[in-house]
């Protein structure tokens, strides 16, 4: 069983930068896909940025040349820079771990997420 758990969430003023962060439990992890989703209350969740095994990054266009997703196979750790914040990126962000292919990124495992805030 895999356990994702997310730290880094808080309050940032508008234009700041915030980095988020995700340990992972479990073997394996340098072959999996991960990823970062977020969620606004009565929305679905959208998908942020994923990085395959490989370092291959994909990005929501919302976020292109602001936000930046990296992986450390060796701390099995995920992070997720993000600057130029903007009122709109307020949401919860799950961190996930899956597989991605032509198809896209299917998610297998979801942490339990952490609150983002950007607000003067």
């Known amino acids: 069983q895999v356990q994702l758990v997310e730290s880094g969430g808080g309050l940032v003023q508008p234009g700041g930068s915030l980095t988020l962060s995700c340990a992972a439990s479990g073997n394996f992890f340098s072959v999996y896909t991960l990823g970062w989703y977020r969620q606004v209350p009565g929305n679905q969740r959208e998908l942020v940025a994923f990085?395959?095994?490989?370092?291959?990054?994909t990005y929501a266009d919302s976020v292109k040349g602001r936000f930046t997703i990296s992986r450390d196979n060796n701390r099995n750790t995920i992070t997720l820079q993000m600057n130029s914040l903007k009122p709109e990126d307020t949401a919860t962000y799950y961190c996930?771990?899956?597989?991605?292919?032509?198809?896209?990124?299917?998610?297998?495992?979801w942490g339990t997420g952490t609150l983002v805030t950007v607000s003067s």
């Open positions: 996930t771990q899956g597989t991605s292919g032509p198809a896209g990124y299917s998610v297998d495992y």
């Open positions: 990085i395959s095994s490989e370092g291959s990054r």
